[in-house]
């Protein structure tokens, strides 16, 4: 199987172009876009999955809130109880404080974590670093990555790719 293909176009118009003439095709998949300034509608043309961060964040949240609030009516109530003017032993209220900013912490370190693992940082080198003239998508030039679902549709992508318009078409070897 062939790598992605990357697109450079000179003007965003070609671009949403061949976005919108690449999202009508199942064949074809855009992966992402390289633009010096936002485009308007991209967004919508992109393949993207939702990332599944707040999910992370909650699950950590919540199992480590409970936690730490199990561990503190155990110690309370069952394994060193203290009456201490009368108190009920399992007095609830108390234990909130802790299993709150333990809850809190454990989201906030489990959103970074996960963050770092969907983006997939640290990566000190990229593959299309190596491409020829990708330093300009911060200037003044626009690139498409997509693929196509095997080696036909990767022929068919980089004749369809050209013909909508793009400068120079640059296969992306990934590891």
């Known amino acids: 199987m062939r790598g992605p293909l990357l697109a450079e176009f000179s003007d965003p118009a070609t671009l949403l172009a ?18 010096p300034f936002p485009v308007d509608e991209l967004d919508k043309l992109i393949d993207l999955s939702r990332p599944r961060i707040r999910v992370a964040m909650f699950l950590a949240g919540f199992s480590t809130a409970a936690f730490a609030f199990g561990l503190q ?27 709150f900013e333990v809850g809190i912490f454990a989201a906030a370190l489990a959103g970074f974590i996960a963050l770092l693992w969907t983006t997939g940082l640290p ?9 020829p003239s ?9 690139f498409l990555l997509a693929k196509g679902e095997n080696e036909e549709t990767s022929h068919a992508l980089r004749e369809l790719l050209r013909t909508s318009g793009a400068l120079r078409v640059t296969e992306v070897r990934v590891p």
């Not at 064949?27 to 876009?33: E, I, W």
């Open 18 to 35: 061949a976005a919108r003439g690449l999202k009508g095709s199942p064949r074809f998949t855009v992966l992402d876009a390289f633009t």
């Open 73 to 99: 009516w155990y110690s309370a109530v069952i394994d060193y109880p203290i009456n201490s003017g009368g108190r009920p032993l399992n007095s609830w209220p108390v234990f909130l404080l802790v299993p």
């Open 123 to 131: 990566q000190l080198h990229h593959p299309l670093f190596d491409v």
């Open 134 to 142: 990708f330093e300009r998508s911060t200037q003044d030039h626009y």
